[in-house]
């Protein structure tokens, strides 16, 4: 299904009018963004979920008052998750849209924002009176109530210093602006860094739509290191100081030697193209506990379809998929983009070749899967 046919989860609020006036700004409270919502998974599901090893799971409990905060990193065996009927519990599961098809589906419904931006889908489950305490997030989040009602209390503080005596990233103040109850299908949106609590009102299931704000330093490192280890210079360039003089103070960091380092680092900056290239390899990298199944591909593809795992991205020379990168141009270029944009190809006829062995290696690795005449999934 192509974007711009997904059902609009903003009410009334165009995405463009949406991003202009909300996005990165202001706090945005939507009734029913999603009327009749349901559940897209039991409790007992959920549960399940959190006792896999490749699912990032945690539970927190406590409220800070009559009980110090505790947190537990997952899998969960079974039954070792508190009783619902006890108060003051949270279990958080990360990425579960890599899992569950309802919810790939339900984050595909915010595709008016890039890709490249998005993080996962995580759920939230809590017993009455459960949360995770005052915080804030450094990313963009919608939060979707999809199960019984949740109290959020909002602040555009300043002040997020945070608290040292406890397991959580809880701030040391909060001083709240505005309440409000969620009840099921409706959605508060907040940009980074806005202060928040949400206590469950009974028994509850919340479902954030998470996007990542990169850190600057963090992503300068690890560029600097993906375009360092791509650098094809035929030998090692090493410092040399043939004309260094004998000094007093050894301690000192010769500024021929500053230099150098200057230069080395600029050199790399010098190369936009591989720059892009390790951007896009980078933000679709899989992350640690995400692989795929490998499967066999039938003799004629007639249409494929990204795994709900899968990654994809692309710029004006190449295109990403799961931290690889492929320079394509031409008809495979339009092609592969639109697999991207569109997350299926329902029309493989006069592909070429390359492009050919290329889908065929990617379904075998299980990052694509053939689809019916109408891009459904086939079942093996």
Known sequence: MKKDDLPCVLG???????????????PLLIRQAIPGMQALLSRKELFALACEEDVESRLVSGD?????????????????????????WTLLVQGVDLHVDAFAN??????????????????????DGGGVGPHFDSYDVFLLQAQGQRRWRISAQKNLALRDDVPLKILSQFKPSKTMLLEPGD???????????????????????????????EMAAELLSRISDADTDAAPVRYRDPYQVAVSHAARIPQALQQFALQSVQKLLQQPRELECALGEMLTEPKAQVWFESQDCPRQLKAVQLDKKTRMLYDRHFVFINGESYHCQGDDARRLRQLADERQLINLSGISSELAALIRDWVQSGWLHFAGPRGEKKED
């Open 106 to 127: 339900l984050r595909d419904r915010f595709r008016f924002i890039p890709d490249a931006r998005l993080d996962d889908v995580m759920v939230s489950y809590a017993s």
């Open 64 to 88: 800070g008052e009559l009980e110090p905060w505790r947190m537990q990193h997952g899998p969960f065996k079974p039954r070792a998750l508190p009783p619902v009927s006890r108060p003051h």
């Open 12 to 26: 009334g609020i165009s995405p463009q009018e949406f991003m202009r006036v909300y996005w990165q700004k202001k």
């Open 187 to 217: 959605m508060l949106y907040l940009p980074p860094q806005y202060a928040h609590e949400g206590v469950a009102v009974g028994e509850c299931m919340t479902y954030s739509i998470g996007f990542r704000t990169p850190e600057r330093r």
